[in-house]
């Protein structure tokens, strides 16, 4: 026989994904946004498909992986049974799994480099898809962490605009020992003067602050899926 205090205690995935979309409408709210125009990417890093079909089934179509092999794995049979989702790569992305990226997602967060940019551009011309993308900003300038350094962020956006990419906003992922919002707010000036509107900000500590900061896209993990 079930305990009920077991029951009671379960993380319940569906209800953390209706709290967070309440906060989030409600911030974007106070900052006098549309809250419409705030996309959440549920992030389905390492659970598996049968932690994402509780969320899949509340109506949720918008999710997020961080490794192209990972998604590989679990996603095509999901989209058999919900083709009208989407799939976004918000992880970093070698070269030589470009090819499978361009296949499996419908956008990528994490273009940061050249070559990267390049390898998307011929993928695409390849398979006559085009994909919505995020040029990923090291807002922090950390050694150790991917992303364009921000004074390097035009020239880079002209080189993919060269290849023919069609770049819809920035991304980043703040300092973890730094105020946030400082880092949203920063992010959106850099898309401001280079009139890009995508903002891909924000993650389970901090959507809040990033809906208020103007992101487009937020990506939550464990607030919704619970710890990993």
């Given amino acids: 026989m079930t305990d009920p205090k077991t029951e009671t205690s379960a993380h319940n995935p569906a209800a953390a994904l209706s709290d967070i979309q309440t906060r989030i409408a409600a911030a974007a709210r106070e900052a006098g946004r549309d809250p419409d125009s705030v996309h959440l990417i549920a992030v389905t890093k390492t659970f598996a498909a049968n932690d994402i079909l509780p969320v899949l089934a509340a109506g949720h179509r918008l999710f997020g992986e961080n490794r192209v092999q990972e998604a590989k794995a679990k996603w095509p049979a ?15 992305l070698q070269s030589n799994k470009t090819r499978e990226a361009v296949e499996l997602f419908d956008a990528i967060h994490t273009v940061d480099r050249p070559k990267i940019a390049k390898a998307i551009a011929e993928e695409q011309a390849r398979l006559g898809k085009r994909l919505a993308l995020f040029i990923q900003v090291n807002t922090g300038e950390e050694p150790q962490k991917a992303g364009i350094a921000p004074k390097d962020t035009a020239a880079f956006l002209a080189h993919c605009r060269d290849l023919g990419l069609d770049i819809a906003g920035l991304m980043c992922i703040p300092p973890v020992e730094e105020e946030p919002a400082v880092h949203f707010a920063f992010l959106a000036k850099l898309a401001r003067d280079l009139g890009l509107s995508g903002l891909s900000m924000g993650m389970s500590g901090d959507f809040e602050a990033a809906a208020q900061f103007g992101a487009t896209h937020i990506r939550v993990g464990s607030a919704i899926f619970g710890h990993r």
């Fill in 78 to 92: 999901l989209r058999l049974r919900y083709p009208d989702l989407a799939l976004h790569l918000i992880g970093p």
